[in-house]
């Protein structure tokens, strides 16, 4: 069973250009939740998603960040514009539709973000 | 204030000894609580659920105190593999998303 799959694993792009993340949750999960991570920083919450359905986006920017998370394929995570703040490492996880509170979350392995 | 908080630390920590820290969380609405394991540069992980009576996972005890909101975690016979940043993290009665302390580095040498 696979994990939480996160592609690209490295993203480099220059100032203004478009970035866009990707996250396939583990099977048998419809929940998905971003997280960015600065530089020497803990977690931050962006977004929760289920299947086509924005939950809590109270965490993301209000200008040039998207997220989604369609009915088919994996869930994608927009920034338009990056500018060189935007690098960090996105961290994306999944939960299944029941009640999470004993198992946590199962995080991706991360995109690394690197604007110049 | 944030809502979790952490020592950041680090911890230096002799192998084999016993090392301890805190997490104070300021939301009396947390009902839920864990704590994750971050190696550098990767993904954190689990390491373990904290239960209000404690809880105990081989070298790991957890331990919640609602009336004074904090949570500890207590490692013995501390090993060279458990050098990571800790993460406490809580999650409300409503709604699915975690948050996150900012971490307490621990560093165990020989």
């Known amino acids: 069973n696979a994990g939480v799959m996160q592609n690209p694993r490295h993203l480099v792009r220059r100032r203004g250009q478009e970035a866009r993340l990707r996250c396939s949750p583990m099977k048998g999960h419809s929940h998905v939740y971003w997280y960015r991570q600065l530089p020497e920083e803990g977690l931050k919450f962006m977004v929760y998603l289920q299947k086509e359905n924005i939950i809590d986006e109270s965490g993301m920017p209000k200008e040039r960040f998207s997220a989604e998370f369609p009915k088919e394929g994996p869930s994608i995570l927009r920034i338009q514009q990056v500018v060189r703040g935007d690098s960090a490492a996105y961290f994306c996880a999944s939960s299944p539709p029941n009640r999470l509170d004993n198992y946590g979350y199962t995080f991706g392995s991360g995109t690394r973000l690197t604007v110049v | 204030r944030k809502e979790v908080e952490q020592d950041p630390g680090p911890f230096n920590v002799p192998e084999g000894a016993t090392v301890a820290f805190n997490c104070t969380y300021s939301n009396s609405a947390s009902q839920s609580f864990f704590w994750y394991r971050q190696d550098c540069r990767k993904e954190p992980k689990l390491l373990m659920s904290?239960?209000?009576s404690g809880n105990e996972d081989g070298r790991f005890t957890a331990q919640l105190n609602r009336a004074s909101q904090y949570i500890s975690l207590l490692i013995r016979d501390s090993k060279l593999s458990d050098s990571a940043t800790y993460l406490c993290v809580a999650i409300k009665a409503a709604g699915n998303k975690l948050t996150f302390g900012g971490g307490t580095r621990v560093l165990v040498k020989p």
């Open positions: 904290v239960y209000s």
